[in-house]
């Protein structure tokens, strides 16, 4: 069962004092905190920062990397390489249910006629499944990604699950993540040289053009702009049309 959440620091107080410092917020979540909380990674784009940061901290800290049994090849040899340099003990790969996949997608061709069903069949219902016995996770969002992300905490709690969820990268701008990138000399996903900026599962990722929003490339030509595993104010977001 989840701890109740009620006992610890104000969110306020957490928001003011980890505005700013990545760092000192991931120290709070798996120390201070006394929580059970994971880490939740794409091994994307940007993912090695926040792993980076995580690792200099605890080793051993649950890494859930969501397998839709859709990604590209390269995300899953990317996740050995940073794994194997950052020393991570605990990435667990979690797939989609079999009997689901059966009874709902056995083309695998949902995502064509009805992603949002596709992304609830292959990330939010075995994310759910996966964070049983965890109080909370870390995730990579950022303020200057699209839509309600302009308005993310660091801290925020997840009514539905009564869980906290901690965005320590919040006010990291795409150059605070470049720096950091560069300043560790931090392996990268082998899709960006190929102009991918975020990248998620094969079928829905593209790569996006010079300017254009780093998640353009995300279920280009739909309104669908998140997976569902963030839902905001009860809603997952979609693109203005
Ligand atoms: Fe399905 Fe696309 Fe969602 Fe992946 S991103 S789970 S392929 S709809």
Known sequence: MPRDLTMSPDLDVLNHRYRDNPLGALQ????ESGLRIALVSSFGADSAVLLHMA????RDVPVLLLDTLLLFPETLAYQQELGTHLGLGDIRRVRPDQADMQTRDPASELHRSDPDACCALRKTRPLARALVGFDGWINGR???QTGQRTRLDVFEHDPDSD?????????FSAADISDYLDRFDLPRHPLVARGYRSIGCAPCTSPVAAGEDPRAGRWRGREKAECGIHIMDGQVFRRAS
């Open 28 to 31: 709070y979540a798996l120390g």
């Open 55 to 58: 690792a200099q901290i605890d």
């Open 142 to 144: 950022k303020r200057f």
């Open 163 to 171: 869980r906290l969820k901690i965005n320590p990268l919040a006010g």
